[in-house]
């Protein structure tokens, strides 16, 4: 599946106010026989989402009316801690989540995530709380989010505040590649580059 383009997203968000949510949370273990992407938003924190009888549990996030249709998740410290399995960036990718935002991720799950299109972005720990107040305010408040300028912003405020990303992976999720279509689109330079290397023969 390519991954999509980001540029500028603007959405209502996804409480999730809980610290260190690993990633067995995020996609429990039971689920991690598939080798493909496919089905994993379903199963997208299926221990908090669903009951024992598969119904959905009325008050957890996902399950709230009205979130629905939301495309980051703003979540507590630390997410993504445990285990280094890349398909708790399937899950959030296939709920169909372009963004996570909190005021620290582990750095596996962050690579991860960048590697399937979904955008962490980490923020203060003040402006962290300043989010949830606002969506709490409001469950239609807005976040826009500038992977060009690096910023976040708060539409209901104007609050902003800049993140940090790798710049290669910022290339990356502006463009839609992966690590090899970055490559395939650099061909013509690398073909350039072998040109100019010094013959062996």
Not at 3 to 9: D, M, V
Not at 27 to 32: D, M, S
Request: net charge negative; charged share 25%.
């Amino acid at each position: 599946m390519p991954i999509e383009k980001f540029t500028t997203l603007i959405s209502t968000a996804y409480p999730l106010p809980i610290e260190n949510v690993d990633t067995d949370q995020i996609i429990p273990a039971r689920f991690l026989k598939a080798t493909t992407k496919d089905g994993f938003g379903d199963n997208l924190f299926a221990d908090w989402r669903y009951n024992k009888d598969g119904s959905p549990k009325e008050d957890f996030v996902l399950n709230k009316p009205e979130y629905q249709g939301s495309k980051i998740l703003v979540a507590g410290k630390n997410f993504g801690s445990g285990s280094s399995r890349e398909h708790a960036a399937w899950a959030v990718q296939g709920y169909g989540l372009r963004a996570v935002v909190s005021s620290f991720f582990a750095d596996i799950f962050k690579n991860n995530a960048l590697n399937n299109g979904v955008l962490p972005v980490q923020v203060s720990e003040e402006f962290l709380q300043k989010i949830f107040a606002e969506i709490e305010k409001d469950p239609k408040t807005e976040i826009e989010i500038n992977l060009e300028k690096q910023t976040i912003t708060l539409k209901a405020t104007g609050e902003s505040e800049g993140f940090e990303i790798n710049s290669y992976k910022k290339d990356c999720m502006l463009n839609g590649f992966d690590d090899i279509d970055y490559l395939l689109n650099m061909k013509d330079e690398i073909a350039e580059f072998e040109k100019k290397l010094p013959s062996f023969n």
